[in-house]
């Protein structure tokens, strides 16, 4: 089952599996698109666990060899503040499921440098980075070929928290955060730059995950959670979802 309304595109999968499946394909796609058109493909990373099963199949003897690695660059769209080797560390989590398995040239892996003491410089750096990457003038806004974002049991995605600093920011590409409830700081790409995307694709899994899917795809509810509130201006903006989150019985 799926539908489309003007919270995006919801696409319901049985499982974990059928889901990053799914969503490993897409990527594919996407991945042919982009060099067809553009010669690179540039993708922003989620964190967390959910992204963690379909970064692992991309690393698998069946995808590994459909991917332009060499032509592919990943950015992350938010990260802990804490060194590469950190637990917490969403790069530290790609690089295990991922990049230690696949082809991709190391300056193609465009990670947040998350070890620097202050947040807000490693933030600045980042910034500075996809600036350049995309030749931005100030002012101007990336358009990454695919955005990656998982849901949190609250609302908040990427590293955009409810009642946080980031949520207002429209004239950066990325900043630091405070986060209360976590007791840290987060450094995390802001809404004008999920706004620009070509692609945003939520990633959500497991029935802890049900009412919150289920209140920022109501447009009468989105707009109370950070999640709810991305809107790509052109983009598409899609959910897969697998039938726990959904709370339904009928899978795609
Ligand atoms: C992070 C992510 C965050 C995550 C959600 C869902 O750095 O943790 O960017 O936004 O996507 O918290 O996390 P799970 O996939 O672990 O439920």
Do not use: C
Not at 128 to 150: C, I, K, T
Not at 203 to 217: F, H, N, P, S, W
Request: proline residues 7%.
């Amino acid at each position: 089952m799926s539908g489309t309304d003007g919270r995006g595109r919801l696409l319901l999968f049985p499982d974990p599996a059928a889901l990053a499946r799914a969503a490993a394909d897409d990527f594919a796609r996407r991945a042919a698109g982009a060099v067809a058109a553009r010669g690179r493909f540039t993708v922003a990373l989620s964190g967390g666990t959910t992204p963690r099963r379909l970064y692992e199949l991309l690393a698998s003897e069946t995808y590994r060899v459909r991917i332009p690695w060499d032509m592919t660059h990943l950015f992350w769209g938010d990260e802990r503040h804490v060194p590469p080797d950190d637990p917490q560390s969403n790069y530290g989590m790609v690089r295990e499921a991922m990049l230690s398995k696949v082809p991709i040239p190391e300056p193609n892996v465009h990670r947040i440098e998350a070890e620097l003491p202050d947040a807000s410089e490693a933030a600045a750096r980042y910034d500075g980075e996809v600036r350049r990457f995309f030749g931005l003038a100030q002012g101007q806004f990336p358009s990454f070929d695919l955005m990656y974002l998982g849901l949190g049991p609250e609302g908040h995605t990427a590293s955009l928290f409810p009642g946080t600093t980031a949520l207002v920011v429209e004239d950066r590409l990325v900043v630091a955060t405070w986060v209360a409830k976590l007791d840290a700081d987060r450094i995390t790409m802001t809404y004008p730059v999920f706004r620009d995307a070509r692609a945003v694709v939520f990633l959500v899994e497991g029935a802890a995950k049900t009412q919150i899917l289920a209140a920022v795809r109501n447009a009468a509810t989105a707009a109370d959670y950070p999640a709810g509130r991305i809107q790509p201006h052109d983009g598409e903006l899609l959910w897969f979802a697998d039938r726990a989150a959904a709370g339904t019985g009928s899978p795609a």
